[in-house]
């Protein structure tokens, strides 16, 4: 009877000592789980600001702007914490290089014709806008794996999917396939052009 209160004894002491080493790593590791709330709470603090939330913008390129310099003010000490706010300057970057692309209207693109004279300039511009937009998008989109992979519980609360990351990546695909398009016609029919003059 003695030994097996004996072994019952120890086993408390152990078990008690592994919880004590598990507790210390979590702190040693600097992360909990309010700190990413917190974190996400300022976030979500400059979106209102702005009317919007993770995953929308503001309207226009100025507030856009106003946005990504109230982000980069933000800084966080926890990786999930920091892929998060990456994650928001590249939407907003990708966002506001998406309107200077559109910026012409149907001018824009090759889709509704195009001269040679203004629009070469003009579509050169905007494609490359476009592009670079597409681009900064990819980035997100791998940062927000980065982040459901790797910290799946912060993700959900954050409310990043594997779905949001799938359509972002079709729209930053599309977007970039026309941008591209609409740059190879309108270089192979101004340029030859210049060059038959």
């Known amino acids: 009877m003695k030994s097996n209160l004996y072994y019952i004894l120890v086993l408390v002491v152990a078990l008690a000592v592994v919880g004590v080493f598990f507790e210390d790593i979590s702190e040693f590791a600097g992360y909990t789980d309010s700190e990413f709330r917190n974190d996400l709470n ?23 702007s106003q946005l990504m310099s109230d982000l980069k003010a933000l800084q966080f ?3 999930p914490s920091k892929l998060l706010l990456d994650l928001r300057k590249k939407l907003a970057e990708s966002d506001i290089l998406l309107k200077e692309g559109w910026k012409y209207g149907k001018g824009s693109t090759t889709k509704y014709g195009f001269g040679c004279r203004k629009g070469l300039p003009r579509l050169r511009n905007a494609t490359f806008n476009r592009n670079m937009s597409s681009t900064i998008g990819y ?15 912060e993700a959900e609360l954050a409310g990043v999917t594997k779905k949001q990351a799938l359509f972002f990546n079709a729209s930053f695909f599309q977007e970039q396939q026309d941008a591209l398009g609409d740059r190879r016609l309108v270089e192979r029919a101004c340029v030859k052009k210049e060059e038959n003059n």
Do not use: C, R, W
């Not at 979500?44 to 600001?49: A, F, L, M, P, Q």
């Open 77 to 79: 000490d926890q990786e």
């Open 42 to 64: 300022k976030i979500n603090e400059v979106n209102n600001k702005y009317q919007v939330d993770l995953f929308s913008f503001p309207e226009t390129v100025e507030e856009g």
């Open 139 to 153: 980035e997100a989109v791998t940062i927000m794996h980065e982040l459901i992979d790797n910290y799946p519980k």
